[in-house]
């Protein structure tokens, strides 16, 4: 419906008498519309092309770079196509023709459409509206069409069902009025209409107006079209829950798709396809449907799509209780949304900064063309000169000042620009806790699963031989063999119970680790060298390991948190015990302090298995680890709290092929102690 209309505003733009003459400038539109259908790419290079070398005047001009974005637009070239946009907004300003305004707000709707950027698209296409009214009414109803379909993507049924019905009854007009029935168009609207009732879950009204377009798509053989009502059909059965009717219909509508159709439309039937996949609880059929999906996304960067189809295969890897998986995919639906972010920036930002550049060219011009013509006047006599230099002054100040007040303007343009990326980074932000979260409730879901299972089956088995007990009891049937055997099982539930319930006391006790307080801890000052040299070798006295320290050769005084520094030791040496070193023959660990100007920096090295590169990023993260059936993955988690919050440093892990490497650096004075009354909560 973009093109058609796009089509239709470029032709009913007439040329100016300069430049091409009306021939020639019908041909190259006709060689860059035919070479636009075999690649876009060498399309746009035309465009390049007939700008650079042909002698085009301003509405020539204009109409090539109209060309020019709607193609960068159809390959995706959305940053170029807001660059083009901004030089067609520039030479209009010398050109009063309302319909090359029109082509203007039409494409920026259709850029901010394709983006996601729906209001701003709303905006565009609502100045496209008040142009059309003054065209045509052919366009007028086109226009509110392309406003209708931004409606129903924002949610807006009403707006959108009003616009598409409007339509519909200016074609019932031109049948009355000129005899004449545009059937192409009247299918599309009543497959929009359908759509729209759909959305309302109105699925009588829906299936009234799909009842229509199907009639009519048969009877002019509109078979792309048929496969639209197909896909519908298949929808309103599958919210019915008419399973193999919405089967039927969508496989058809795929296989006429799949032949006529672009990847997008494709897509848009998988969608629904997988949609009844998990209705029928196929969710391996609908995860397999869903790669397809996936795949072809990426590899035409369609992000909105590949938001939409992560945030599905999460759900469907969450029913299937691929936790990890799910939360993979979780991880990946919040990348690609800051990706599309970003890009909306990159557009928006590319557009202003464009435009700035051409304001800043105009005032370039402005200054030279001042400075000829004080040039000229220093040629005249006296009294010219007098007089030139007086008109100089008043035109100096003049220009200075339209040039303040442009610079105004645009210094507040881009205060809101800065306020819409600020806004941005706020929900990127909020994005990544959300991600955190999900990960968070992840793993504490998966440890608890197991012990509150355990329990649940114990008390289940107890409660039916209590019954049975009390039943035989009843009937004088109990017998001392079947009492025993009733005590026996009684005490192995209770024993299980017992342990499970153990197990989920140590495992929240080291869930509220994570937030983690400073309770009976004192900040003191020390001698840093002496602290670890006792206790490091007390903790490694436990396991047994030989450990290397290098400390400085003088006393070394720090303000700290004894405990906290312990318990860090503590868990770094457990970590390389559990992890590192299980399977080495000659387990070893090295501990080496280094003094820094106002800190401290404490080197840890194994000589176990190491750490890979990808996982070095990922240890501090809550519940991340290599064994999450035997261990929390919470250690690492809690450590990096400890240091970062309540330390006040930093502690990264290094990547090695030879071990594992965790460097801390820690001021040697608390600059903000925290209080017992204080916590640090990992986020």
């Not at 996304?297 to 691929?322: C, N, T, V």
């Not at 017998?479 to 989920?504: D, K, M, N, W, Y």
């Not at 509220?512 to 007390?538: C, M, P, W, Y």
């Not at 840890?604 to 290599?626: H, K, M, R």
């Amino acid at each position: 419906m973009f093109r058609i209309l796009l089509c239709l505003a470029l032709w009913c733009v007439p040329v100016a008498a300069e430049g091409l003459s009306d021939k020639n400038f019908e041909t190259l539109r006709q060689e860059l519309r035919s070479q636009y259908l075999q690649d876009p790419q060498k399309a746009i290079l035309l465009c390049d092309n007939a700008l650079a070398q042909q002698p085009l005047n301003t509405t020539q001009r204009i109409k090539v770079l109209n060309y020019k974005a709607w193609f960068q637009l159809e390959t995706n070239a959305l940053a170029a196509s807001m660059h083009t946009i901004a030089d067609i907004k520039h030479l209009l300003r010398s050109v009063d023709d309302p319909r090359l305004t029109y082509v203007y707000y039409n494409l920026s709707g259709g850029v901010f459409a394709k983006l996601g950027m729906d209001e701003l698209a709303l905006e565009n296409y609502q100045q496209a509206l008040k142009i059309s009214e003054q065209m045509n009414e052919a366009m007028f109803y086109q226009t509110r069409n392309n406003i209708a379909a931004v409606h129903l993507a924002l949610g807006q049924h009403k707006q959108a069902l009003d616009a598409y019905l409007g339509y519909l009854q200016y074609l019932d007009k031109r049948v009355k009025s000129q005899g004449q029935d545009e059937h192409l168009s009247r299918s599309l609207v009543l497959i929009n209409i359908t759509k729209t009732y759909l959305a309302e879950q109105q699925f009588a009204k829906a299936k009234q107006f799909l009842q229509q377009a199907i009639a009519l798509q048969q009877q002019h053989q509109f078979t792309y079209h048929l496969a639209y009502s197909a896909q519908l059909t298949g929808r309103l059965a599958l919210l019915e829950h008419d399973y193999n009717t919405a089967y039927q219909q969508l496989q058809a509508a795929l296989e006429t798709l799949q032949a006529q159709g672009n990847k997008q439309e494709v897509d848009d039937v998988k969608l629904d396809l997988i949609s009844y996949y998990r209705a029928n609880h196929k969710l391996t059929a609908a995860l397999q449907l869903l790669h397809e999906v996936l795949d072809s996304a990426s590899s035409r960067d369609d992000k909105r799509l590949l938001i939409k189809a992560l945030a599905l295969q999460s759900q469907l890897l969450e029913e299937q209780g691929q936790y990890q998986a799910a939360v993979g995919s979780l991880r990946r639906y919040n990348q690609i949304e800051r990706q599309l972010l970003q890009q909306q920036n990159r557009v928006a930002l590319a557009r202003t900064s464009h435009e700035l550049e051409l304001t800043e060219k105009d005032l370039q011009i402005d200054a030279l063309q001042q400075e000829n013509r004080l040039q000229e006047a220093k040629a005249d006599t006296k009294i010219k000169l007098l007089a030139t230099l007086l008109m100089f002054i008043v035109i100096y100040i003049a220009s200075s000042s339209v040039a303040i007040v442009q610079i105004r303007r645009k210094k507040r343009h881009l205060v809101e620009a800065l306020q819409k990326l600020q806004n941005t980074q706020l929900q990127l932000l909020e994005a990544e806790k959300m991600s955190a979260l999900a990960a968070m409730v992840s793993g504490m879901a998966h440890h608890l699963n197991t012990p509150t299972g355990l329990i649940i089956t114990a008390n289940s088995a107890f409660a039916n031989n209590l019954r049975d007990i009390e039943t035989q009891l009843q009937q004088k049937t109990l017998t001392p063999q079947v009492l025993r055997q009733f005590l026996a099982h009684g005490q192995a539930g209770v024993a299980i119970v017992e342990r499970s319930a153990q197990r989920l006391s140590t495992m929240v006790e080291r869930f509220k680790a994570i937030n983690l307080t400073i309770k009976g801890a004192q900040l003191i000052r020390i001698d840093l060298s002496a602290f670890l040299n006792l206790h490091v070798r007390e903790i490694a006295g436990r396991f047994d390991r030989q450990v290397t320290l290098t400390l400085p050769q003088q006393a070394f005084f720090v303000e700290t948190y004894p405990s906290l520094l312990h318990e860090i030791l503590l868990e770094l040496i457990q970590n390389s015990m559990q992890h590192g070193l299980q399977d080495i023959a000659k387990p070893h660990i090295q501990i080496e302090l280094s003094t820094l100007p106002n800190a401290w920096r404490l080197t840890y090295g194994d000589n176990g298995t190491g750490i890979s590169e990808l996982a070095c990023g990922q240890v501090f993260i809550p519940f991340y680890g290599t064994n999450l059936s035997q261990q929390l993955g919470l250690g690492l988690s809690i450590v990096n709290n400890t240091v970062l919050h309540v330390l006040g440093g930093k502690i990264e892990c290094i990547y090695s092929p030879n071990g594992a490497i965790f460097e801390l650096t820690v001021p040697t004075t608390i600059l903000q102690p925290v209080t017992k009354s204080q916590a640090v909560t990992h986020e």
